[in-house]
Nanobody, 125 residues
């Protein structure tokens, strides 16, 4: 049973930084593709970042490229999303996701991810 638990969300002023964490259980983070999605009230779900099995490659949405960074810590079985230079439009619920290697893609599309966490709220003012 794959379980994903996000943490690290909160409120921050524009220009600030946050680091989201996703603690995984039931599998090793290096064996699946991982990612982060977000959804703001009244808006569609948006893929933010993804990382291939073993951390071999990453992909980002154009809206966050150069500001956000996704990484793995296999020793802690945790995935991170470092968010810098945050903007009010980054306000959303952020979800950690994971997918089987056979479905991994070099982008942030939804279809590759089977497992979802419950989310952590990020508010930028």
């Amino acid at each position: 049973q794959v379980q994903l638990v996000e943490s690290g969300g909160g409120s921050v002023q524009a220009g600030g930084s946050l680091r989201l964490s996703c603690a995984a259980s039931g599998y090793r983070v290096g064996t699946l593709c991982m990612g982060w999605f977000r959804q703001a009230p009244g808006k569609e779900r948006e893929g933010v970042a993804s990382i291939r099995p073993g951390g071999t490659a990453t992909a980002y949405a154009a809206s966050v490229r150069g500001r956000f960074s996704i990484s793995l810590d296999t020793a802690k079985n945790t995935v991170y999303l470092q968010m810098n230079n945050l903007k009010p439009e980054d306000t959303a619920m952020y979800y950690c996701v994971a997918g089987e290697p056979s479905t991994c893609r070099p982008d942030v599309s939804t279809s590759q991810f089977k497992y979802w966490g419950r989310g952590t709220q990020v508010t930028v003012s």
